[in-house]
């Protein structure tokens, strides 16, 4: 392959959320662009009121097999972002297998439904500290590393177009998600005289399992108003979008191309967000 085919080649990227959906799909993207790979999840249940399974220690073996399949290495770990420690005993393991930690995927987030007044306060709870301040914790895990290594580099966030749109039935997930981008942003200016850039992605109606989760339409059928916050978008919506199409523009943000852009919020929506 050339350098065009490459263009991450020898770099190492730590991803969140890795078992399945888009953490899979920034795993093996990565890979085929060179990089080598970190992969964490919990691979276990992470909030009680969520309407889908959780991925299993079986997803995160074949994002393992995945990456593998692409010629890269992967040190993979079940960890919770809610675990700091877990997650900086993972960064130093990393470190001494890998010498250099380059790119951050912080894509691990869960959704779950109700309105704010009647949701119990650990449904909340859970939303907010796996949402963000498990964000928080890999922030403090990697950064130091990024810092002393002294080769730059990005670190993507996954926040939603729920974190810039506020939506109805899931207020608490919209909270967690506008609070990525601020973290988002202050990281980028604190980063930026390391040379390390910071920015978040706000996809929108994703084939995952979380974007496939029907108790949604359960919120619907309670409250059919609430349906016209959910606008399809400018460009043609047939279907979910796939998680590559959401890779494409982690690979791009990860890499040299996109060398100008920091502290940017970056749509991934066909338009939802202007509709």
């Given at each position: 392959m050339s350098d065009t085919d490459t263009p991450l080649a020898g770099r190492v990227a730590y991803v969140t959320g890795?078992?399945?959906g888009q953490g899979r799909s920034h795993c093996v993207r990565l890979a085929r662009a060179g990089a080598d790979i970190v992969a964490l999840d919990a691979c276990a249940p992470v909030a009680e009121h969520n309407g889908y399974a959780a991925a299993t220690p079986e997803d995160l073996a074949e994002t393992v097999a995945l990456v593998e399949g692409e010629g890269r290495k992967i040190l993979a770990r079940e960890v919770d972002v809610r675990d700091a420690e877990g997650?900086?005993?993972l960064v130093?393991?990393?470190v001494e297998q890998f010498?250099?930690?380059d790119i951050v995927v912080a894509n691990a987030g869960v959704l779950n439904w109700g309105r704010l007044w009647e949701i119990p306060a650990q449904q909340w709870q859970d939303i907010i500290d796996v949402n963000l301040t498990g964000l928080f914790h890999t922030v403090q895990a990697v950064v130091p590393t990024m810092i002393e290594a002294g080769n730059g580099g990005s670190i993507i966030t996954v926040s939603s177009a729920a974190g810039i749109k506020a939506v109805p039935g899931c207020g608490h997930y919209c909270a967690s998600k506008f609070g990525v981008v601020g973290l988002t942003n202050s990281l980028a200016v604190e980063l930026g005289e390391f040379g390390i850039r910071v920015n978040s992605i706000h996809p929108y109606g994703t084939d995952t399992p979380m974007g496939n989760d029907l108790s949604m339409y359960q919120m619907f059928a309670d409250h059919p108003?609430?349906?016209h916050s959910f606008s399809p978008g400018a460009l043609p919506t047939d279907s979910l979008a796939p998680p590559d199409t959401i890779s494409d523009i982690v690979v791009w943000l990860a890499g040299d191309a996109s060398s100008l852009?920091?502290?940017?919020q970056i749509p991934a929506d066909k338009g939802y967000l202007k509709i």
């Open positions: 890795a078992a399945r997650q900086r005993r130093a393991d990393a010498g250099r930690l108003n609430y349906i852009v920091t502290a940017a």
